[in-house]
């Protein structure tokens, strides 16, 4: 059966074919047949340290991967090294929107700004070529933008018509729905509204997008490398820059990597880069950082999302729906380096202010339903005369003294059009001799797994292999048509049904096979894994906790850790989760304590019947167990009423469950029948938070054009 199915999928898919390994055809009308199939990366460092290229990119996010897919495909040597994992920095946390930029469009009907009109026209078209580029990985999501008044109608009529009309090809219109429409569709949004038009933006998965990328370019015949920085750069006797010395960050070697051209494309680490070419070199980027937080389904309708860029306390705000949950922020603010890419608690509860300033005053937003908090520094650029005389106002793209060429600014709709200007820049600066002159990325070229993909192929793996539907759906939505290959090596479930898919956590479409999949794909660590192979990270905090062990034996196993390895692994792992994924600091959780109105010896006793009850071992505790443990503390029986409010006041941090310290705020509020001490501490709390608050809004300014131009 499995022999007449691997003939079956040779016969059907054609990225089931092996790549042949003669030279990039050279008819400049066809697109270029990938030339091999992955390298390992050990084959990838010994060519990086044999090979002279003609172009070496430093930076493995959106732009470098663009970068090197466009080198490659015009038949150019190309290296690519990233200090972390790919798309490891602002390209995996970004809003998972390719959007064409409302806010652009409003800011050039407003200031008659022609920069900003250009923005809108190249990102509404760069939409469209990057999803003819990866069509399994792009998807239309439907977003609603609600008219507070009826003034606002014709406005925002005009400004979506017009958006329609300046987007290439066939594409979804807009509609416009009443209040009761909207609220039906949206049903936890305040009720104050006039109706809401519902248009249509791009939607991806940014870390699996730019990891296709550089995947797509490896097979063109780039040589790329994750967890490799570059430390110093390397020179010739006119003191041109001629490549790099790279530590690999796995084993500590040392490689030299020689190019024609360099290209800095390392986003907010730019300035760094750039001042290994000129110690003198003046700053070009500002770090400006962008927070989101990850909530349940429940808080966005699976089929719509919703953006308002007027909301009552001044701020834009944005629910979108993504990977079965809901991933929500608000605009850019400025942030110091210094401060470190790890969200603030104060961050999350700036969101959820937000939130609760939006949203039906009787739904309860509480901490605990945040799984997830991760942010980014966007590389925007500082006003500057070249930033001036860009066309697009928002990138730049210079030629430093020693001749290498560093991009500044960007986003994910904008990635393949800085790489096809920066590798135009290097062919014209280094003299290079490419197969072919222009860029072929938006016209003749397709991300590894796209052949052979459709919307509908999910249905032939649920058919063929015994797939469930939602990890069919998902396999099919992430690896395209090499999906197939996947589902050859996964394995069986030892039941009817499903029949091959074991799933690594029950909650989620991942199964075993994609973490050997994700070893193939260049994962080194535990974390690459989690958070960019497969998503958990940043969807579910605790899941992906509890996928760890698991996870770590299936890398073990392919890349033959010790144990010491695999331990030392998963403790990086959790670090991450604590730090970058939505953990509260000490320091920050005794800021936002409420405090504990018992006796010492009170406190002592019921820590240790805590123990008790956690067998697991896991620092939390069912609210079932709790309300068991207040009957043996004579409490016969908890009106349901007071313990929704107690759990409220005291906001636990995980849902159904509480930690020590929430537990013994629910013991000290029920058993001792006072509630009142926890509402005014909050208060005094949510006053603290309110205050933060304005202060956060204050910096939170930045013209349109230097944020991206956002939805």
């Known amino acids: 059966m499995s022999k007449f199915l691997n003939v079956a999928i040779l016969a059907g898919t054609s990225t089931m074919l092996a790549y042949s390994s003669a030279p990039v055809a050279q008819d400049r009308n066809k697109a270029p047949q990938m030339k091999r199939e992955l390298p390992s990366r050990s084959m990838s460092i010994d060519s990086l340290r044999r090979t002279e290229y003609d172009i070496l990119i430093i930076g493995g996010g959106a732009v470098g991967a663009g970068c090197a897919l466009d080198a490659a495909t015009r038949g150019l040597k190309t290296a690519l090294v990233e200090a972390d994992d790919f798309g490891s920095g602002t390209s995996s946390k970004s809003s998972k929107l390719l959007h064409g930029g409302l806010r652009d469009l409003d800011q050039a009907i407003s200031h008659f700004d022609m920069a900003a009109f250009r923005r809108v026209q190249t990102s509404l078209n760069e939409r469209s070529n990057i999803a003819n580029l990866a069509p399994h990985l792009n998807q239309p999501v439907p977003i609603m933008l609600p008219v507070h008044h009826w003034w606002q109608l014709p406005i925002y009529w005009v400004k979506l018509h017009l958006y329609h009309l300046m987007a290439p090809g066939t594409t979804k219109g807009f509609h416009f729905i009443n209040s009761r429409e909207a609220l039906e569709m949206f049903p936890m949004m305040r009720r104050e509204i006039f109706g809401a038009f519902v248009f249509y933006e791009g939607q991806h ?23 490799m920085k570059v430390v110093k750069l390397l020179r010739d006797k006119k003191n041109m820059v001629v490549g790099a010395i790279a530590v690999d960050q796995l084993t500590g070697k040392l490689y030299k990597i020689h190019a024609k051209m360099v290209i800095n494309a390392t986003g907010p680490m730019s300035d760094t880069i750039a001042r290994l070419e000129d110690a003198q070199a003046p700053a070009q980027c500002t770090p400006t950082w962008a927070s ?46 210094s401060e470190g890419p790890q969200p603030t608690e104060m961050e999350v509860q700036y969101l959820l202010d937000g939130i609760r300033n939006y949203i039906n005053p009787n739904f309860d937003v509480r901490r605990c339903d945040v799984l997830a908090v991760w942010g980014g520094y966007k590389p925007l650029p500082i006003q500057s005369k070249a930033l001036q005389h860009s066309t697009l106002k928002n990138h730049v793209i210079s030629l430093g003294p020693g001749k290498m060429i560093s991009i500044v600014g960007g986003t994910w709709t904008s990635f393949r059009l800085l790489a096809e200007k920066a590798i135009d820049t290097a062919i014209k600066s280094g003299g290079l001799e490419p197969l072919r002159r222009h860029s072929i990325t938006a016209t003749h070229c397709k991300l590894d797994g796209a052949d052979g993909w459709s919307p509908s192929m999910f249905i032939r793996l649920v058919q063929d292999f015994g797939l469930e539907e939602d990890v069919a759906k998902h396999l099919s939505d992430t690896y395209g048509s090499n999906a197939f290959k996947l589902a050859v090596c996964a394995n069986t479930c030892g039941g009817k049904w499903p029949i091959i898919g074991k799933r690594l956590h029950s909650e989620f479409p991942y199964i075993e096979a994609e973490v050997r999949q994700g070893v193939r794909d260049y994962a080194c660590t535990l974390v690459d894994m989690v958070a960019r192979r497969l998503r958990v990270a940043f969807l579910n905090v605790h899941a992906a906790e509890e996928i760890l062990p698991q996870v770590a034996n299936e890398m073990a196993r392919e890349l033959k850790w010790s144990k010491k390895r695999k331990s030392k692994e998963i403790l990086k792992a959790r670090q991450f989760l604590n730090t970058q994924m939505g953990h509260v600091p000490k320091s920050e959780q005794a800021q936002l304590s409420i405090p504990i109105k018992m006796s010492v010896h009170q406190v002592q006793k019921y820590a240790a019947y805590f123990k008790t009850l956690d067998e697991h071992n896991t620092g939390l505790v069912s609210i079932n167990k709790c309300c068991a443990a207040m009957k043996t503390f004579g409490v016969k029986e908890v009106p349901v009423d007071l313990m929704h409010n107690v759990l409220r006041d005291i906001d636990c941090h995980s849902q159904g469950q509480v930690n020590l310290y929430e537990f013994l705020l629910l013991m000290s509020a029920i058993v001792h029948g006072d509630t009142a001490y926890l509402r005014y501490a909050k208060m005094n709390l949510d006053q603290k938070l309110s205050a933060i608050s304005n202060r956060r809004s204050k910096k939170r300014a930045l013209p349109v054009e230097r944020s991206g131009g956002g939805l």
């Open 205 to 227: 998965d940014d870390a699996r997008m730019c990891l296709a990328v550089i995947l797509t370019a490896s097979r063109y015949g780039a040589d790329i490398c994750n967890h």
């Open 292 to 337: 989101h937080i990850v909530l349940p389904p429940f808080y966005c309708p699976e089929e719509v999302g919703l953006f308002d860029p007027h909301t009552k306390n001044g701020s834009a705000i944005f629910f979108l729906p993504w990977l079965g949950h809901t991933l929500m922020g608000t605009s850019d603010e400025t942030r110091e380096e």
